[in-house]
């Protein structure tokens, strides 16, 4: 089984640049998750989609948008990146048995730095 | 509207020592409640989850934690600290809803000195 996988690790941009982020998710899971967490602090809920469809959105401005493909591997897009956009941005999958509890499975993150 | 509280960002232990990180929420439904783990440069792996059941939950790496609705809490803990339990500890919480988003806390540090 292929836990969640995100790509690239590491990035660093400038400020009004624009970056995506890839993750492939957990093989047999149909939901996928962003988070953002900045340096010291919790993971912040950023959007979710299911199957293609976006499922849920958190308190993010409309220049964090996202994708998700058929193979439920999804994309985050940031536009006119902002300094505070430095963060780790963690994907979780889930779906399945898992739905209905909150299990998300975790991918290490990708760690972004705007200069 | 959810939200869980950590007291405490950083707890200091000898070896051997109990582990008592403490997290407190607010729901205003049925919580699910979550400890995950997360080591340096790593993403977040689950220790153990609420969902209704047992009201003392049993984790990985002998961590538990125990529901306990009139205290509102969810504290998590371990008779003997290990150097490897270093690192930083999420509490978690999710409406019992068709998608699964989580809350979480903002982290407490965990150190373990030998």
């Known amino acids: 089984e292929t836990g969640v996988t995100q790509s690239p690790t590491h990035l660093i941009k400038t400020r009004g640049q624009q970056v995506t982020l890839r993750c492939s998710s957990q093989?047999?899971?149909?939901?996928v998750s962003w988070y953002q967490q900045a340096l010291g602090q919790g993971p912040q809920f950023i959007f979710q989609y299911y199957r293609e469809e976006e499922n849920g959105r958190g308190n993010f401005p409309p220049r964090f948008s996202g994708l998700q493909f058929p193979n439920y591997s999804s994309e985050l897009n940031v536009n006119a990146l902002e300094l505070d956009d430095s963060a780790l941005y963690l994907c979780?999958?889930?779906?399945?048995?898992?739905?209905?509890?909150?299990?998300?499975?975790f991918g290490e993150g990708s760690r972004l730095t705007v200069l | 509207a959810q939200s869980v509280t950590q007291l405490g960002s950083h707890v200091s232990v000898s070896e051997g020592a109990l582990v008592l990180l403490r997290c407190n929420y607010s729901s205003s439904v049925p919580p699910y409640l979550f400890w995950y783990v997360q080591y340096p440069n790593q993403g977040l792996q689950l220790l153990l989850k609420?969902?209704?059941?047992?009201?003392l939950v049993k984790g990985i790496n002998g961590f538990e934690a125990e529901f306990k609705k009139s205290e509102t809490s969810f504290h998590l803990t371990k008779p003997s600290a290990h150097m490897s339990d270093a690192a930083e500890y999420f509490c978690?919480?999710?409406?019992?809803?068709?998608?699964?988003?989580?809350?979480f806390g903002k982290g407490t540090m965990l150190l373990v000195s030998p």
């Open positions: 979780a999958s889930s779906g399945g048995g898992n739905a209905n509890t909150g299990e998300l499975f």
């Open positions: 093989s047999g899971h149909n939901t």
């Open positions: 609420y969902t209704s059941a047992a009201t």
């Open positions: 978690a919480v999710t409406r019992n809803s068709g998608y699964s988003t989580l809350t």
